[in-house]
């Protein structure tokens, strides 16, 4: 199956998303991690935290990983290039707009898509027009 | 003539990193203000003040200098908070792997750690150049210094003198650039008349190693 990591600068803004995703996608583990600090009390990153997250998804065949901008991309990237290769070879950072971007890729991935299929999709999100 | 950096050095050169980071901190978080989010001092001086920490409770002594700068890098990575902790904690990560098991290192070896230090940064920053108004446009030309004077010479110090040079110039001219990378690249054309943080950060680091090597240089004599 398929895991989801979102990653923000605030923890209640990641908690939030993961709250919108699990009722679309209740058969998905899906992992929110935020914050700076060891409880995300400040806004920001820590990449330790952001490791565990993605950990607790090792057992998955496919680890999906969609971040706000900026210092969490880093950090993301960070910790990617620190992790075994059997995790590493798993994982999919995804370039696209955090909430629009994560819906897509639990909606696919919910239903049985393909990896590719549910890359597709993310990226796709950054042309989503809600007005139109 | 200093030949090479052992242990009890590099230990120094943090130690001295950590002064010099706190004594500019408001410096750091205003220019950060200006172009940022306000806060790199703070969160500089935090990541130090760890590190230093954590070094002062082992024994420096049965170390090597890959072990030292590990500690320095998990510690930015640890609680820094902004970008700067995975990049400050790549850049002392790979400088860490560069000098595994070492005890003592000279000029080439040096130059080598600095050079993947800088690789580290730019593989996470999205292959970050000079030019951007990053930590970069203070790392790449004083890492360029470094390694044109090693060619034919040993001595660090003479090394060291002259790449603060350039990693001041360097440092100096991302006041007139264009923000590339970060928070400050959202403000476009009006990034322009503010140093970088980033790049002031990294000139402190470099001038804690110039400072301690200079201090070694004299005690010789």
């Known amino acids: 199956m398929v895991g989801i990591v979102i990653v923000s600068h605030s923890r209640k803004l990641a908690e939030g998303l993961k709250e919108i995703l699990d009722q679309v996608a209740k058969n998905i583990k899906i992992v929110a991690v935020g914050g700076a600090g060891d409880a995300g009390e400040t806004l920001g990153s820590n990449p330790n935290k952001i490791r565990d997250a993605i950990m607790d998804l090792f057992n998955e065949d496919a680890i999906f990983i969609i971040c706000d901008f900026g210092s969490t991309v880093l950090s993301v990237k960070y910790v990617i290039n620190i992790l075994p290769d059997n995790i590493k070879k798993k994982i999919y950072l995804v370039d696209a707009p955090l909430v629009e971007g994560a819906y897509a890729i639990a909606v696919e991935a919910s239903s049985g898509s393909s990896i590719d299929e549910i890359l597709k999709a993310a990226e796709d999100a950054r042309n989503f027009h809600k007005l139109s | ?221």
Do not use: C, W
């Open chain 2, 1 to 221: 003539m200093v030949a090479e950096l052992n242990t009890n050095d590099i230990y120094n050169i943090i130690l001295h990193a950590y002064e010099l980071i706190a004594q500019n901190k408001d410096y750091l978080t205003n220019l950060d203000a200006a172009i940022g989010d306000a806060d790199h001092g703070i969160n500089m001086e935090r990541g130090f003040n760890l590190a230093v920490n954590r070094l002062k409770s082992i024994n420096i002594e049965n170390s090597d200098i890959g072990s030292i700068l590990t500690t320095v890098a998990n510690a930015m990575l640890e609680t820094v908070g902004g970008a700067a902790g995975p990049l400050y904690g790549m850049f002392f990560m790979n400088m860490a792997t560069a000098s595994s098991g070492k005890r003592s290192v000279d000029l080439k070896t040096l130059v080598v750690m600095f050079e993947q230090g800088l690789k580290g940064i730019q593989d996470i920053g999205g292959g970050t150049q000079p030019g951007e108004k990053t930590m970069v446009d203070t790392l790449y030309p004083f890492i360029e210094e470094l390694k044109k004077l090693s060619a034919n010479n040993n001595d660090i110090n003479v090394a060291f003198d002259e790449a603060l040079k350039a990693a001041e110039k360097g440092m100096l001219a991302t006041v007139n650039m264009v923000a590339k990378k970060g928070r400050a690249s959202y403000l476009g054309e009006r990034s322009v008349g503010h140093q970088d943080p980033g790049a002031t950060s990294m000139y402190l680091v470099l001038k804690a190693f110039y400072d301690i090597i200079q201090a070694k240089a004299k005690e010789r004599r």
